[in-house]
């Protein structure tokens, strides 16, 4: 039977065969061709655990610490290691509610199935997480990971630190650096320098066995990126000053911005009413947030000192000098006669007193309206030009050229332009060639469709106190110890000549020393400065104020916006000198004026105003009409 | 005596020594890496497993070295008492033996089991090869064939009543034997047609598919009969036999055990959710496929290891050779039991005792079954059915029962200028 039988050796031998070489090309197909295989393997065994940096520091000019971090802890369920423990204690160790520990276990379960970890329960204070972390072994299924939130050591600054939040899905989709979960500056610094503050996620590369457990570092860490840690920042706020200037903001509505004239550097930049930035930070931060929302009265969130815009009233009055001696319609002897009103033909602009003929000094020091309606006349007048409008395009120009009705380029989101009427805009209203100086005498004080914000006014008098030029105003000083952008370091000319400028200081140098303001005198101190006091068809008053000091190469300008505050002379003047006194002599020596400053309360008009039953809401133009033919400009 | 044992080492097959010990080596290596732990870096730490199947291994060589120490008469003698006793067993267990893991196949003395259905596929073997090798030139075929299909089938059956079905797959390694010692090559080809037909009747339309083999039946009958009534009657009893599997197979599917149908679901691709009864397989071909053309490296890989495929050890040990040496590695192991297998083949041929050759054959056809059933099945090819990788898998009584297999193949092998035709 052997011989019989013995070819059949090949055919049992042809079988083994070819299921053999059926093996090696499934091995072929399933281990070189198909790619997918491969990709499942690495998505169910690696995870990429972010390594979050902490975020950059924020130092002011002086070194001090204005915002730092500090570690919170979120907590960690994988719903499906979860065994039987102590939910009581639990909670109780967490302070969280029993209906909080069932809804955050459905809500991970939902959102990252039963068998990964995600954020049960989300920056845990270091206090709670200590005492938590001890039994943390008890509770199978939950581990935690350390995050950074925010801390603020100082106190100050809210407005200009900004926040930080959660970022939101749609930027998460746009932009790779983020994944949902991480945080993201959403206001003031934060935000405008958050690619360097954020610094660079770290990715670490772990592995997971099939019951999700994590079993160490793949390859001892060989592949994994270390976190960089952010940029720290040094503003160019002073600390000090901006406290001080927090410190006499308090019941009142409006902002200071301080500027150096030498550098366009901001020393402060105080909005009020102001918060703790500590409120905006951690687990408190959702109840906090939603209280200052809802502040519809006192906006605590809006930042004044850059969005809200104000008529600059009076403040105006030394940018038509300087435009009026520039155009060569006026000069230091140029006097005009004042009977306590200018009139025009049906026109009339009232002004608080009979000044008598005056010069140029005497009307910026005693600001007079008379005054700088007959100097504005003379530049929309002027026999150099054809017409009104190219006489107004050419007055705008110059008053472009101090940085009103353009958008600061400040290192600082959200700045708004401010409000500077176009020709456009008037042959629109009054239809083309209706118009000429006196229909538009109210832009003669600073009233009428003008608007300004506070930094807009305070690098007016920056620009005054130089003769002539400004570098932008800014925020940042330096990135990791490295200067910033180089276009903060160059001047901007306005197109007036140096000489015009002194006339305008001399003016504004008598204001304080005997004119509106001579109430807010420092001694020792030769301080300029300029009132204004901004039409408020609803209610009191504003109060402005801009100053710089000292007189010669300034080191400080202010500006200062009391929201229905009144006189300009009665609020803001004297806040802004006490602001000078504090950064020049370090020291307050006007006790009495400082105590009626801390004390005052302007916000309650505010309330007053919101709470009065609304009257017709005039805009801008129609509120003019009114107060032109009510005859009842007053300024001082 | 001691004459012919000291004559017996030229004769010993070195070569197959040689490659046995190869799969040993590439196994012992792989079941370290398998379930390579941490805390128990010592490959001879003998709380692990791989500490565990050193000893195994070790012992097995004493095994085997018995075996080759001792009479080659002696096997002959021993087969049919053998054969006698496991039959024996295999029927005791339905009345005295525990039920381990849904499986009514185990005796209990104290802490050892023993598993009368992994002895039997040895017991057979030994039994059939005496049986042909007495048998054949006497009487006449009929009752010989029906004999030898009766000493198969009989333990196959008591094993499926002990609900081992995988262990009665093995059993169908003697078809190989069966066919090389004269059984018609209808009845082997009529298994494969079998196997396809119950494929197709699980995957295909039955109507569409009784239409295709009434065609084919119309058409064997025109072309390769007489066509005389006699023929038809045979390709219409054909034909109603292909009917009755192929409407039969649904109704048997449909009485499996449901883990049994699973299985041949999960193998068919039908209805499968791969994070339930397709997981093991889904994970095992994830593994495979991750190991590329060289692999991750010795140690380095990573879906076995992190216990992401079940059974990693044992039944799924396939699975890290093709993770950690890739296809190259893979292949190189397939390879090596292609050569191991059709070495025997060459070695039964050799063999002037129609004992020894059908004992050969046995062996060779068994090593294939397990191989082609259990890369098969790590591959996706077959469904799953739990039966060891010869001398690769993890677990001592598997390790033996192959060794002792092979090694009287050897014994018989080395003996065999020493008996006359």
């Known amino acids: 039977m052997n011989s019989l039988f013995g070819d059949r050796k090949y055919i049992i031998g042809g079988i083994f065969l070819i299921a053999c070489i059926a093996?090696?090309?499934?091995?072929?197909?399933?281990?070189?061709?198909?790619?997918?295989?491969?990709?499942?393997?690495?998505?169910e065994t690696f995870r990429h655990v972010t390594q979050y940096p902490p975020r950059g520091c924020i130092y002011d000019r002086k070194g001090r610490l204005l915002v730092t971090n500090e570690a919170a802890y979120?907590?960690?369920?994988?719903?499906?290691?979860?065994?039987?423990?102590?939910t009581n204690s639990f909670c109780n160790d967490l302070g969280i509610t029993k209906t909080d520990f069932i809804s955050g276990i459905k809500k991970a379960t939902i959102q990252n199935t039963a068998y990964h970890a995600s954020v049960?329960?989300?920056?845990v204070t270091p206090e709670i997480y200590a005492s938590f972390q001890e039994k943390l072994f008890k509770y199978h299924g939950f581990t935690s990971q350390v995050r950074t939130v925010r801390r603020y050591p100082m106190k100050v600054a809210p407005h200009i630190l900004g926040y930080i939040g959660e970022v939101n899905k749609e930027l998460c989709a746009r932009n790779p650096n983020y994944k949902e979960g991480d945080y993201i500056g959403i206001s003031g610094i934060e935000e405008s320098y958050e690619s360097e503050l954020r610094g660079t996620k770290g990715i670490k590369i772990m592995m997971f066995d099939a019951m999700n457990k994590e079993v160490g570092d793949y390859k001892n860490g060989k592949f994994d990126t270390l976190p960089v840690t952010g940029a720290n920042l040094t503003c160019t706020i002073d600390a000090e000053l901006q406290e001080y200037g927090e410190k006499l903001m308090q019941n009142k509505a409006g902002s200071i911005v301080a500027i150096d004239p030498e550098t366009g550097e901001i020393l402060a930049l105080v909005s009020s009413p102001f918060y703790d930035p500590n409120m905006m930070v951690g687990s408190v931060r959702a109840k906090n947030y939603g209280k200052l929302l809802r502040d519809s009265i006192n906006v605590p969130l809006f930042n004044r000192a850059l969005m809200a815009m104000y008529p600059p009233g009076s403040t105006f009055k030394t940018i038509e000098a300087l435009i009026g001696q520039q155009e060569g319609v006026l000069n230091e002897n140029t006097a005009y006669s004042c009977p306590g009103a200018f009139h025009l033909g049906k026109i009339s602009v009232g002004c608080d007193a009979a000044h008598g003929?005056?010069?140029?000094?005497?009307?910026?020091?005693?600001?007079?309206?008379?005054?700088?309606?007959?100097?504005?006349?003379?530049?929309?007048?002027?026999k150099k030009y054809s017409s009104t409008e190219e006489a107004f395009n050419s007055w705008r120009r110059y008053v472009t050229s101090f940085g009103i009705g353009i958008r600061p380029d400040i290192d600082l989101p959200s700045a708004l332009r401010g409000s500077l009427p176009t020709q456009k805009y008037y042959d629109k209203y009054h239809g083309k060639g209706h118009w000429k100086g006196s229909t538009i005498i109210s832009l003669a004080i600073g009233q009428g469709e003008l608007g300004v914000t506070p930094l807009q006014l305070a690098n007016q008098a920056s620009i005054i106190g130089n003769r002539g030029y400004y570098f932008l105003p800014h925020i940042i000083r330096s990135i990791a110890d490295r200067p910033t952008m180089k276009k903060y370091a160059t001047k901007h000319f306005v197109p007036i000549d140096a000489q015009f400028f002194n006339i305008v200081a001399d003016g504004m140098c008598d204001v304080v020393n005997d004119g509106t303001a001579a109430a807010s005198k420092i001694p020792g101190i030769v301080m300029c400065g300029k009132t204004g006091t901004a039409q408020n068809p609803n209610g009191r008053n504003n109060s402005l104020f801009i100053a710089f000091a000292p007189k010669d190469h300034p080191r400080i300008a202010v500006s200062v916006v009391i929201e229905r505050g009144g006189w300009g002379a009665e609020w803001a003047a004297p806040i802004a000198s006490l602001m000078i006194e504090k950064y020049l002599n370090d020291t307050i020596k006007r006790v009495e004026i400082e105590k009626k400053m801390l004390e005052g309360n302007t916000i309650q008009y505010l309330a007053e105003e919101k709470n009065a039953p609304k009257k017709k809401k005039h805009n801008a133009a129609e509120a003019k009409v009114a107060t032109i033919k009510k005859h009842k400009h007053k300024d001082e | 005596m001691s004459d012919r044992r000291s004559n017996i080492i030229p004769h010993i097959d070195w070569f197959t020594i040689g490659i046995y010990l190869c799969i040993v080596l590439i196994g012992w290596l792989n079941i370290y890496s398998a379930v390579y732990n941490t805390t128990h870096p010592g490959i001879f730490d003998f709380s692990q497993r791989y500490g565990k199947q050193f000893v195994w291994i070790i012992t097995g060589f004493i095994l085997a070295f018995l075996i080759m120490v001792s009479d080659a008469s002696f096997f002959s003698v021993f087969s049919y008492p053998l054969y006698g006793i496991i039959v024996f067993m295999d029927i005791a267990v339905r009345f005295i033996g525990k039920d381990i893991a849904g499986s009514h196949s185990w005796f209990k003395i104290g802490q050892i089991g023993i598993q009368p259905a992994e002895l039997?596929?040895?017991a057979i073997n030994l039994g059939l090869a005496k049986y042909l090798s007495n048998e054949k030139k006497a009487s006449d075929e009929k009752k010989i064939r029906l004999v030898a299909a009766a000493m198969v089938l009989m333990p196959m059956l008591l094993v499926i009543l002990q609900n081992e079905t995988g262990v009665a797959i093995t059993y169908t390694a003697f078809i190989f034997v069966l066919y090389r010692e004269g059984l018609s090559g209808n009845i082997l080809l009529?298994?494969?047609?079998?196997?396809?037909?119950?494929?197709?009747?699980?995957?295909?339309?039955?109507?569409?598919?009784?239409?295709?083999?009434?065609?084919?039946?119309?058409?064997a009958f025109l072309i390769f009969t007489r066509r005389k009534l006699k023929?038809?009657?045979?390709?219409?009893?054909?034909?109603?036999?292909c009917l009755v599997i192929v409407f039969g197979t649904n109704y048997a599917f449909n009485h499996l055990e449901p883990h049994q149908k699973k299985r041949i679901q999960v193998f068919l691709q039908q209805n499968v959710n791969n994070s339930k009864e397709g997981y093991n397989l889904h994970q095992a071909e994830i593994a495979i496929g991750s190991g590329s053309v060289?692999?991750?490296?010795?140690?380095?890989?990573?879906?076995?290891?992190?216990?992401?495929?079940?059974?990693?050890?044992?039944?799924?040990?396939?699975?890290?050779?093709?993770e950690e040496w890739g296809f190259v590695g893979a292949a190189f192991i397939v390879i090596l039991y292609f050569i191991l297998i059709i070495r025997l083949i060459f070695l039964a041929e050799r063999q002037r005792s129609p004992f020894s050759r059908i004992y050969g054959y046995g062996v060779a056809s068994i090593f294939f079954i397990h191989v082609a059933v259990n890369v098969g099945m790590n591959l996706g090819l077959m469904p799953v059915i739990g039966i060891p990788l010869p001398f690769i898998s993890y677990g001592g009584s598997s390790f033996w029962a192959f060794t002792l297999l092979m090694f009287i193949f050897l014994r018989l092998d080395a003996d065999r200028l020493q008996i006359l035709r």
Request: aromatic share 12%.
């Open chain 2, 120 to 122: 039997g596929i040895f």
């Open chain 1, 23 to 43: 093996f090696i090309i499934r091995l072929f197909y399933m281990q070189v061709i198909d790619e997918t295989l491969k990709l499942d393997a690495s998505n």
């Open chain 1, 357 to 382: 003929s005056l010069q140029l000094e005497k009307a910026i020091a005693l600001s007079c309206n008379t005054y700088f309606c007959n100097v504005f006349m003379s530049i929309m007048n002027n």
């Open chain 2, 231 to 241: 023929d038809l009657s045979k390709v219409g009893a054909i034909l109603g036999l």
């Open chain 1, 74 to 86: 979120d907590i960690l369920v994988t719903p499906s290691l979860v065994k039987d423990f102590d």
């Open chain 2, 190 to 219: 009529g298994g494969f047609m079998l196997i396809a037909l119950f494929i197709l009747a699980l995957v295909g339309n039955k109507v569409v598919l009784s239409i295709v083999l009434a065609g084919l039946a119309l058409l």
């Open chain 1, 120 to 123: 049960f329960l989300k920056k």
């Open chain 2, 294 to 322: 060289f692999g991750k490296g010795y140690l380095q890989g990573t879906q076995a290891k992190l216990n992401y495929v079940p059974a990693h050890a044992t039944d799924f040990i396939f699975v890290t050779p093709c």
